[in-house]
């Protein structure tokens, strides 16, 4: 490299150093061949195996790194160590040289699997997939990318991310008009046959098409390229060899066709070649078969070969409008229908166009036109036929159907082939299954007596004829039940068969309680009609009476039997007692239950605060709780936690109204007071004393009350949604006053007893709902109370505080009546107030805070009163009372101590209403003035 | 011992103000000394919880991480730990020093009125208007209450813990006394809704306001009432009473703007002390001194038994 010639060329890159010469040091001497040994990168001989691959100097090096080698551990746990649980890999046991360049297992940075290009290429299957086509087989990548799991290489997932779709070329997008424009310029350029005028004025409208279509700041994603095939090629056939063509060879195409090499074969034909674009005589044919001995013409076993036959330009037209590369969809290809858009009139949304069939219309089927007379109620067909007039209960008759279905005969389904499993009775099916039989009677025949068995066989013979009663029973029945009617005549087989032979049940429902002679007739039905006795009705009907009430009775009679029949003992001999009990219908309430309110708010009007307003229960704090206070448990081992708990009928709505349990009812006496006796326990009687309060507002309730009988309709208004349920209530108690034969001794009554009781509602309610229960013990009770208030004053000596003793208990009693008065009609005040006033507030609320502090700070408001939570609670207490009463006439149970419960939940209730009500309570509040006044004066 | 002994002169109340401590959080709905009675806790209706230091007048710390505002706080005995009770239904437990929160306490479904801690502070216990009282395990990472007491047949207006006893008053006008050592429930009937209670000092006597403003001292054993204070007006509001430090007294808000103080055996009305024109929401007396505090809208009142400055005063007295 002369120095002459570094200035004639230009250099490119950077120049090698310049080879020093050895000068300075002597040439290495070369190293024989026997000498020269290989060592690895640490100076150690190399070895040329590894120890799995068979080396020949297993020891040291080869081995694990010791000089021992390898040796089995020992396997070794301790309380403090424990064995790790080894899992020993292949790797454990392979040395560098393993994992080596040539060993078995090298280490080397590879491409990881998801940056593995060559896991699927999209472009290059692509291309191999129109390669295919041409080859041996066509498509044969179609099974290939069939099982290829279909993910995608990074490079393409990067692409989607950055917004490229598939089928779009890569690269900025351009503009339509220039790209088409550019397009067009290429062909015109290199094209060999100018495009004819009239499609290039197509060509211009389209433009002009998608200009209205597609504006100026819309741009396309520039064209896909065709992808290039660059397998190699394999096999000795000649470039372009094009292999047979099943499509060709079996359908026949004139090989004299243009040949175009470089098309790919998708765009000539479907992607697998649909064939039929020409008609040929079929038999093999192509470039590599020659012609055979049975063709006729031979002039193209030379295949003549014309230039016309070749494309002169690469790539041809664009298909379509070149939106898409060749992977067109094949309907975009086609010529959009554009007169359908312009034609659409509403708003196109950017990016779709209008479909091109139709979408299916879903056919709306109308509903079914009814018939005119249709009524949507179904009236089950009374089962009544058979039985009637073979003189049957139809209760039996019914039950034989169901059990062995060999009553009836004359159902279609029966004869059905005997098919189904449905059709089968359950002993076939038992027998199908091999179950034992069952305990108890298997049919209801074999429950009856022999002769009445013997009857219904003889009926069954002969219910063929069916208008014909049989038996002489029968006909008498008949002739009786046609004194009662026809109707009732088959209401009453069917109280007898329910009836008959039931043993005594201690608690059976006692309909006509109120009319006791009724009553004892219809209990004789009863008896009678459990011996069995079929004339029971008529004879246990009162002779005495009309013809019209016996019609009556009687008819009563059957259906309250009816109604309450006791479950059959055969019937119930098919069932067994449940293993355990089921503690759905139970719930938990407390033991111990505070015993009555209205003692102890007399004794703290009264303030004898003490023994009377004092009650204890026993209570299990939490095992962690005690130890946490630092207290031994009291209740070791007891497992229970708060107030101990017992098992209630669920359904009773008295569980959870503790607090106005009654008198009798009540707890039974505190431990603690029953221990000793204190000067308070004077008697059991004196806490029912009512204050002179009490005395007071209940005679100025019952003015109102007296007033308010009077007006008809509504017992009370209903001034606000408080109350309308009250009203509703009372509307309905109305109904049941006028039912009841008892009224007017209600109304007598009335009058002592809201002397004693305290803010009570009108007696003549509870009359009406517990009519004849609760009279006797009431009117007692007013009379003892009257005798304990002497008592009581007597006793208010020694009532002092041994504190207070600066006021008189008498002054202090009246002091507290004026306060109270006062206090209940500020409440009364509060209530009416208090109607628009925040409803979420319960118990005492908090001042408000100033002004000044409010403007500043997120105070809630708090103005609601306690009178507003005292109404929640009432509203509650009343929905409880519906329930009640829905109970009530569901079950038709009278048991006088829930009556008594009753009582008194309703007199709370009744005082708290009225107190809500507007109306009432203004009055109350008048009357309350005026006796104020009076007592002051 | 049933009562005090009678002092040779007589005791001495807390007539004269201090100071006053404007809270800057909007209406303070509690004040309450700490155990020692130097600092006293500020439940503003802003959400915050604030420490103040009693002799200077001064705030010492903002806890705040409440949702709505804060009703009742009080601390532990070593003062390592506050606990403070909200309308957001929950109740927190506080570090002192850093105001961090340390639990945050959810079960209860009404807003919660009264929280106090045991005496060791190992348990939390919560009144709530939902009428639970709910114990809180401190010790334990549980987030479920130790024990539920849901006797209460309304929302409780207050809980107080002396020893082994639990005392509860609720708006369904009864105080229960849960003995833990006895195992026992003694549910004592006033009929009236019960807004504050208390024990005394001795651990003998229960005294218990309720909104038909009356205070009474009922005797702890017997329920029995030993004493009744009335003159105060206490209608509508939850306001709180409190005994003096050494049962002597009997003090309870009002909501004309004063505080009322009564002699505990008299019940005669010894002291009526003006705070302000607005609703004497809260008060709370020192554990020892003869100190009072007053909370009145968004100010807290510290009364002393001298003032400070002059000798005057206490002439006058």
Known sequence: MSSDSEEDFVSFGTPLEPLEEGADEPLKKPVPLHEQTVKDEKGRYQRFHGAFTGGFSAGYFNTVGTKEGWAPSTFVSSRQQKAEKQQARPEDFMDDEDFGEHGIAPREITTSQEFWSSRRDEVREKARAVNAQNALIPGDTLLEELIAPARLSIGVELLKKMGWKEGQGVGPRVKRKARRQQADGGSRVYGCVLPPAGSEDSQNEDDNDDEEFAPDNVTFAPKDVTPVDFTPKVGVQGLGYRGLDPGLALLGRGGSEHIDLFRPKAETRGLFGDA?????????????????????????????????????VLGGEEPGDGLYGWTAPQQYTKKRDKNKDAAYLGKILEGFTLAQKAAEEKTIFPPPSLPRDYRPVHHFRPSLDVSVLSGVSPALAEALRVSTGHMVKEEPQQGGGGGGRHQMDSDQRRTLLGEDTLQGPSSVMELLRPEDRQRLLNLRSSSSKPATPVSHDALRLAGSSAVGGGASSGLQQEALAAWKGVQMSSQTFRPFEKNPSKQARYELYLTRLKQGDRDALEQSLD?????????????????????????????????????????????????????????????????????????????????????????????????????????????????????????????????????????????????????????????????????????????????????????????????????????????????????EEESRPPMDLFKAIFAGSSDEKSSSSSDGESDDEEDVKEDKAPNLFNITCNTSVTSSVTSTVTSTVTYSQQTVFSSQNST?????????????????????????????????????????????????????????????????????????????????????????????????????? | MAFPQPRPQAPQLPQHLLRTVDCQQGAVRAVRFNADGNYLLSCGSDKSLKLWSVSRGTLLKTYSGHG?????????????????????????????????????????????????????????LSGSIDGTVRCWDTRSRRFEPIQILDEARDGISSVKVAQHELLTGSVDGRVRRYDL????????????????????????CTLSSSLDSTVRLLDKSTGEMLGEYTGHKMKGYKLDCCLSSKDTHVLSCSEDGHVYCWDLVEGSLSLKLPVGKAVVQSLSFHPTETCLLTAMEGRVQVWGAEPEETEEDTMAS
């Open chain 1, 543 to 755: 002779p005495a009476v009309t013809e019209w009430e016996r019609s009556r009775e009687r008819e009563e009679f059957v259906r309250a039997s009816i109604l309450y029949r006791p479950t059959s003992s055969s019937l119930s001999s098919r069932f067994t007692r449940a293993k355990q009990e089921e503690d759905e219908d139970a719930v938990e309430v407390s033991r111990d239950q505070e015993g009555d309110v209205d003692d102890k708010q007399a004794a703290a009007n009264m303030k004898m605060f003490g023994r009377l307003t004092r009650e204890t229960f026993e209570w299990h704090p939490d095992k962690l709780l005690c130890k946490r206070f630092n207290v031994p448990d009291p209740h070791p081992g007891s497992g229970i936690v708060g107030l101990p708990k017992v098992k209630r009928d669920k359904f009773s709505v008295f569980n959870f109204l503790t607090a106005t349990e009654s008198r009798e009812t009540s707890a039974p006496p505190k431990p603690s007071e029953s221990g000793k006796k204190s000067r308070w326990d004077v008697s059991d009687q004196e806490k029912k004393k009512s204050d002179p309060l009490s005395e007071l507002l209940s005679s100025a309730r019952q003015q109102t009350d007296t007033k308010l009988e009077q007006t008809p309709v509504p017992a009370l208004p209903a001034s606000s949604s408080t109350s309308s349920s009250t009203s509703s209530i009372r509307a309905e108690v109305k109904t049941e006053e006028q039912t009841s034969s008892n009224k007017k001794k209600a109304e007598e009554e009335q009058q002592e007893e809201e002397q």
């Open chain 1, 836 to 937: 628009r006033q925040e409803e979420e507030e319960f118990g005492p609320k908090l001042p408000p805070p100033s002004d000044k502090v409010r403007g500043g700070a997120a105070s809630p408001g708090e103005e609601s009163l306690r009178k507003r939570s005292k109404e929640k609670i009432h509203k509650k207490k009343n929905k409880h009372r519906k329930e009640k009463k829905k109970k009530k006439q569901k079950k038709h149970k009278h048991k006088a101590k829930e009556q008594k419960k009753k009582k008194e939940e309703e007199e709370e209730e009744e005082s708290d209403s009225s107190e809500e009500d507007g109306v009432s309570t203004e009055e109350l509040l008048k009357r309350l003035k005026s006796v104020r006044s009076h007592q002051t004066r």
């Open chain 1, 276 to 312: 039929g674009r020409g008609s040929r005589r079929g038999g093999v044919a192509g470039q590599a078969f020659g012609v055979g001995a049975l063709e006729d013409d031979d002039e193209d076993v030379y295949h003549k070969d014309s230039m016309s036959r070749y494309d002169n």
């Open chain 2, 181 to 204: 050592r006895m195992g026992q429930l003694h549910v004592d009937f006033i009929s009236s809704p019960i807004t504050c209670v208390c024990f005394s000092q001795d651990g003998q």
């Open chain 2, 68 to 124: 709505y505002e804060v009703l009742d706080a009080d601390g532990s005995y070593d003062n390592s730990q506050l606990c403070s009770c909200s309308s957001d239904k929950t109740v927190i437990l506080w570090d002192v020093a850093t105001g961090q929160v340390t639990r945050k306490l959810r079960g209860h479904a009404g807003k919660v009125n009264c929280v106090q801690f045991n005496e060791e502070a190992t348990v939390i």
